[in-house]
Each structure stands twice: as C-alpha cells, then as structure tokens.
C-alpha cells in the first residue's frame, strides 16, 4: 500500500527508539560537537524551507496524505519560535497551526482525543500541533488530582498509573489509526535545560516587550520539574512507534533545534515520493482545445 512509506521512521540522531529505552539524562541538551555553527546552521535552513515550499505543493497536488506535526516541550523551550521558522515562506493554504491550552468546559464533556481529532489535517495539507492530546499524559500526570475535572465513569477508582496506562493505548491505537489512512506523523519534543529556561525567563521579565509571555504559574510549574522530566521519558517510551515517532532534538542553540526539525520534516516529505497529477488523454484534448478557443481571442 502507497502510506507504507511513512511507516519506516526518517533516521536521525534524536529518533526516540522504540524499545522503550530512553533515558532523558542520557541525552544532550546542546547540539553534537560536529554541528554547523550558527551563520552555517541559518544558511541550511533557507536552503531546507525552499525544499519544503516544493515539497509542500507536491503535497497539496498529490493528495494522497496528510502531514500531521506535534511539538511538545517545557516552557521557552521555542515551541512557537520553531514552528514560525521552519514554515516560513509554507502556503498559508496548505498548513494549519493549533495550540492547545487548558480545556474548555465544551472540550472537558468530550473525551481527552475530541479536541484534537476535529483539527487533524485533510488530505494534502500540514496539521500543526502546538502541544496536543499528550498534554493529557504529562500535565496531568504531574497533577493527578486534575483528572476528576474529565468527569470519566471510575477514574476515581482507578489508581493514576492504570489512568494513564489506558490512555497510552488510546494514542497507540489513535496513531496507529491515522497512519493507516494516510497520516504521516512526526512528533517533536524540544528537549530544553532547566537552566536554559531560567535563563530564558529571565529575558522575559527584564524585556519589556516580552513581560506578556511570562506568568506566575511559569514558575510554579517550574517547581516540579523533576516530575515533568519522568512524565516525559514515560510518555516518549510509550508511544514512539515507527508510524508516529518522537524525535528529542536538543533546545538550548535555536538555531541548531529548528535547522534540524526542519531536516527531519525535508526529509519525511521527499520519502513520500510525492507527484502532481498526470494528465490523461482526455483531459489532455480538453486543454490543447481550450488553449485553441484562449488563442483565437488575440
């Protein structure tokens, strides 16, 4: 079958394996030692958004798939930064970009997929997830006494661990699911220091113009930064597949972090063997006919 192509990961040194044996204090924050520098690492990217702009069009002829991406990450870590670069220059007809933040009541009556189901990219087009239904099994799982707010038949009776066990069931199958009809899925996890994002806080408060970015409940998420890290590593283990996989791409060098989402996103897009629609003799006589009447008008 034609979506079988997605089905074997894009190779790259942040691809999450899928044994589940990753261990977040075993990877780096900062890029490897052989990577481009800055001005090199800018360079490349232009060089990978007009690919893509290519890519993108062959996408939205082809209309065999949909390119669905998700990017998880702490707070600062460049979340928004990331997704504003790397689709620079993407027809704003073919991509869409939607950010999920604490649920609605409407979205709380529904179960923890709805919300993001009914954004999923058609046929054709780039879904962007600026966090997503995985916030489900890492903001939550940090605050368990949050799951009551969902109102499901026995959570209460069901100790946290089994809660979230089910739910990485849920995701397997929902991606499992969406690759099966043509959903390409990448899934990113901007992978940025506690230090780093000290520091990045820091310029939030002392700019003024960034003053709007920073709240208090910044730092207090802050505080359990050690329970974020655990949710995450569960979460990336649980549910990198080679039809959906994570890729822990290194957050504190920006340049670095988006030049490589970007390769990964090339990449994926050129493996898919993408084509505009051939003409067919029919179709061929109606434009050399129509081309004949266009012509006559001179």
């Known amino acids: 079958?034609?979506?079988a192509k997605h089905f074997t990961p894009i190779k790259s040194p942040h691809l999450v394996p899928f044994e589940g044996e990753f261990r977040l204090k075993?990877?780096?924050?900062?890029?490897?030692?052989?990577?481009?520098?800055?001005?090199?690492?800018?360079?490349?990217?232009?060089?990978?958004?007009?690919?893509?702009?290519?890519?993108?069009?062959?996408?939205?002829?082809d209309d065999a798939?949909?390119?669905?991406?998700?990017?998880?990450?702490?707070?600062?870590?460049?979340?928004?930064g990331t997704i504003r670069a790397v689709m620079t220059g993407i027809n704003p007809a073919g991509c869409q970009v939607f950010s999920f933040k604490k649920p609605s009541a409407e979205e709380l009556d529904h179960d923890f997929l709805w919300r993001t189901t009914k954004c999923l990219p058609e046929r054709g087009r780039i879904g962007i997830f600026n966090r997503s239904y995985y916030e489900d099994v890492l903001v939550q799982r940090v605050h368990p006494e949050w799951l009551n707010n969902q109102r499901v038949p026995g959570i209460a009776d069901l100790a946290p661990d089994a809660v979230f066990e089910d739910r990485y069931d849920s995701i397997r199958d929902h991606e499992r699911h969406l690759a099966r009809n043509g959903t390409v899925i990448l899934k990113f996890f901007l992978n940025v220091s506690k230090e780093e994002q000290r520091q990045r806080f820091l310029d939030r408060i002392n700019e003024p113009k960034s003053n709007w970015k920073f709240s208090a409940a910044d730092i207090q998420e802050r505080g359990h930064w050690s329970d974020y890290m655990a949710a995450y590593e569960t979460a990336l283990n649980a549910t990198s597949r080679?039809?959906?996989?994570?890729?822990?791409?290194?957050?504190?060098n920006k340049p670095y972090m988006r030049l490589a989402v970007c390769d990964i996103i090339a990449a994926r897009l050129e493996s898919?063997?993408?084509?505009?629609?051939?003409?067919?003799?029919?179709?061929?006589a109606m434009l050399l006919d129509a081309k004949k009447h266009l012509e006559a008008e001179a």
């Open 26 to 61: 075993e990877v780096s924050h900062d890029p490897p030692p052989d990577a481009p520098k800055r001005h090199h690492c800018e360079r490349e990217m232009r060089d990978r958004i007009e690919e893509m702009q290519k890519l993108q069009s062959r996408l939205y002829a």
């Open 242 to 252: 080679p039809w959906a996989p994570w890729y822990a791409i290194p957050a504190d």
């Open 65 to 80: 798939y949909a390119l669905l991406l998700i990017f998880q990450a702490m707070d600062a870590a460049g979340k928004d």
């Open 1 to 3: 079958m034609k979506h």
């Open 272 to 284: 898919l063997d993408l084509s505009y629609p051939k003409v067919g003799n029919e179709q061929r």
